[in-house]
């Protein structure tokens, strides 16, 4: 049962321009969501994150915002860089229970 | 200061065995949680650590177990390996494990498993 889910597998953008990734969850009971970013043959890091009372949560170059209603949150970069290139995993938190998504392979072509 | 470390990187075990997974928790990091990441998944959350303790344990069966040492290092268990258990397995270590320890978790590179 997928209770997190990011529908698209691989996002292509221009440099310079914005990249929106985006997931979806089905449990109402999660109050905190993260982004991770994972570069080949290395673990996750954690890019950023939103509670579950906010909507909007921004960080230099990444905004991540979040519809409670349509459960549904995204990931904005502006602008896209091509370090910016990797596997993009949301996740989601309630309690000691954590769930990822099952990523999005984002390329950012110079 | 070293970063989370695994070993091995790779191994093979066949189904029915058993296998056991290290990690080596970032210095002062006192919580070590576990993943398993199937080819084309996110990583699922197996369970946490927290000073030796169980502290969480996601959807997986006993056959799944840990261990967390004083130096908060950590194994993870797993008896009577399937088909299905070949994975990448991810330990992440945190100097917290409340209060969205999400963020402070330090991932380590993982150890490839493949079961035959």
């Known amino acids: 049962d997928q209770q997190v889910k990011q529908n698209s597998p691989s996002l292509s953008v221009q440099e310079g321009r914005i990249s929106i990734l985006n997931c979806d969850y089905t449990?109402?009971?999660?109050?905190?969501f993260l982004w991770y970013k994972k570069y080949p043959a290395e673990g996750p890091t954690f890019l950023i994150s939103?509670?579950?009372?906010?909507d909007k949560n921004e960080d230099g170059r990444f905004t991540v915002f979040l519809n409670k209603s349509a459960k549904h949150l995204s990931l904005h970069i502006v602008p896209s860089q091509p370090g910016d290139s990797a596997v993009y995993f949301c996740a989601a938190a309630t309690g000691n229970q954590f769930y990822f998504g099952t990523g999005t392979s984002l390329t950012v072509i110079p | 200061e070293t970063g989370v470390t695994q070993s091995p990187t790779h191994l093979i075990k066949t189904r029915g065995q058993q296998v056991t997974l290290r990690c080596s928790s970032q210095s002062g990091h006192n919580t070590v949680s576990w993943y398993q990441q199937a080819l084309g998944q996110g990583p699922q959350f197996i369970f946490q650590?927290?000073?030796?303790?169980?502290?969480g344990r996601g959807n997986f069966p006993p056959r799944f177990s840990g261990l967390q040492f004083p130096n908060y290092s950590s194994e993870l268990n797993v008896n009577a390996l399937e088909l299905d258990d070949s994975a990448l397995y991810l330990c992440?270590?945190?100097?917290?494990?409340?209060?969205?320890?999400?963020?402070?978790?330090?991932f380590g590179p993982g150890t490839r498993l493949l079961v035959l």
């Open positions: 650590y927290y000073r030796e303790e169980e502290n």
């Open positions: 939103i509670s579950s009372i906010k």
């Open positions: 449990n109402s009971m999660f109050d905190y």
């Open positions: 992440a270590s945190s100097p917290k494990r409340g209060g969205n320890f999400q963020e402070t978790q330090y």
